[in-house]
């Protein structure tokens, strides 16, 4: 009886592993054939250095420049904002924060991740950009900078997190030799 449940429970497990690689090379094929299908239509050039979306309009373009170079430029912002912030609280929980506060503030950090983004957009929308608006008054009410640096905002819990979570796991006899040789706390964190 044990051996034929054994049985029934590892079909039953391969079946679920089949399945699960068949639909996602069932997703591979329909992308890749519907993106042959596309690129007969629009040369792949067009593609990626026309600076017009327009596919539903009846001169049809379908460049996608402007969404790349956006997406890139709003990227650099919310690293710009997110890695020295980030940097920083993980150092600070790491090398010199007690360790009921750190117990007490990780959790909290790890907390801010899981805030929905609609809500981020919304903080974006309603108190960023009018912020920013004070300073540039000619900036739009959809702008690159109120979006990344509200994604570096967003980042922020993940960077601190895991940086906090690689500076933890040095041995502790790599830091004592760094701090034998004479490094502060914060040239051991940079450097070992």
Known sequence: MRKIREFVIEKSLLSSALVTIAVTVGIILV????????????SIFDFFTDTEWTPLFTKKHYGILPLLSGTLLTTFIAISVALPIGLSISI?????????FRKTIKPLLELLAAV????????ALVVVTPFLQQFMPNLSGFNSLSAGIVMGIMIIPFVSSLSEDALFAVPKSLREASYGMGATRLQTAFKV
């Open 92 to 100: 600070y929980l790491s090398e010199y924060a007690p360790r009921s």
């Open 116 to 123: 929905p983004t609609v809500v981020y957009g919304f903080f």
């Open 31 to 42: 992308l890749a054939i519907e993106a042959f299908s596309f690129f007969k239509e629009v």
